[in-house]
Nanobody
Framework: QVQLVESGGGLVQAGGSLRLSCAAS????????MGWFRQAPEKEREFVAA????????YYEDSVKGRFTISRDNAKNTVYLQMNSLKPEDTGVYYC?????????????????WGQGTQVTVSS
């Protein structure tokens, strides 16, 4: 089993930056892929970014490419999401998730454990 705890959310003006962190515990962190998803009010949870178990492969949703960067530090059991040039449409609850299959999925069904989420609000 894995426990995931997100942090780093908050309120920021459009054009600003935030760095989200997700601390993992309970299973060897370097053995699984990690992903970030977000959910806006009254919308379905959507894929944002994913990183392979060894950090060599990353994937992004089209609207965040060039603005967001996912990374991981296996020594610290932590995955990060650096978000730059934020837009109001980036507003939502951001969740990190663990994928034990190592497939580095881009869909919610590919993930086995989820954090509780952290709120990101971008004002215009």
């Amino acid at each position: 089993q894995v426990q995931l705890v997100e942090s780093g959310g908050g309120l920021v003006q459009a054009g600003g930056s935030l760095r989200l962190s997700c601390a993992a515990s309970g299973r060897t962190f370097s053995s699984y892929a990690m992903g970030w998803f977000r959910q806006a009010p009254e919308k379905e949870r959507e894929f944002v970014a994913a990183i392979s178990w060894n950090g060599r492969n990353t994937y992004y949703e089209d609207s965040v490419k060039g603005r967001f960067t996912i990374s991981r530090d296996n020594a610290k059991n932590t995955v990060y999401l650096q978000m730059n040039s934020l837009k109001p449409e980036d507003t939502g609850v951001y969740y990190c998730a663990a994928d034990f299959s190592r497939a580095t999925s881009t869909t919610t069904s590919g993930y086995d454990y989820w954090g509780q989420g952290t709120q990101v609000t971008v004002s215009s």
